[in-house]
């Protein structure tokens, strides 16, 4: 149903934006579809629209929320890395030079 008034703090138009936040409340606390539409004076195939256009809202709002969350884990992951990336280098290269020379190889040591 089409909503017919241009003001946007209308009475019909606040009506109309809290009719799905409120099928929402009622399909969130337990209530099956039909007792939904009873409870809202509408039909099951509206409460049916409206349950799944406010859940591909959600989804949608989540993936964004995802993808943020994910790029902003990579940075961190990234600044990490270029920090620790000279010291780790560093110490790698302490431990691969010898400290010592070893003698050569002699009697049950020998090639």
Same mark, same amino acid.
């Given at each position: 149903?089409?909503? &017919?008034?241009?003001?946007?703090?209308?009475?019909? &138009?606040?009506?109309?934006?809290?009719?799905?936040?409120?099928?929402?409340?009622?399909?969130?606390?337990?209530?099956?579809?039909?007792?939904?539409?009873?409870?809202?004076?509408?039909?099951?195939?509206?409460?049916?629209?409206?349950?799944?256009?406010?859940?591909?809202?959600?989804?949608?709002?989540?993936?964004?929320?995802?993808?943020?969350? &994910?790029?902003?884990?990579?940075?961190?992951?990234?600044?990490?890395?270029?920090? @620790? &990336?000279?010291? @780790?280098? @560093?110490?790698?290269?302490?431990?691969?030079? +010898?400290?010592?020379?070893? +003698?050569?190889?002699?009697?049950?040591?020998?090639?």
């Amino acid at each position: 149903m089409p909503i &017919r008034s241009r003001n946007l703090t209308s009475d019909t &138009r606040i009506k109309a934006a809290r009719r799905p936040l409120k099928i929402i409340e009622l399909r969130v606390a337990g209530m099956s579809m039909p007792l939904i539409a009873a409870k809202m004076k509408c039909s099951l195939p509206v409460v049916h629209r409206i349950i799944t256009r406010e859940l591909a809202k959600l989804t949608e709002k989540l993936a964004e929320t995802t993808a943020q969350a &994910r790029q902003l884990a990579l940075q961190r992951c990234e600044e990490h890395y270029h920090q @620790a &990336r000279p010291k @780790a280098c @560093a110490a790698i290269g302490k431990r691969t030079r +010898p400290r010592h020379s070893h +003698p050569p190889a002699e009697g049950c040591n020998a090639p």
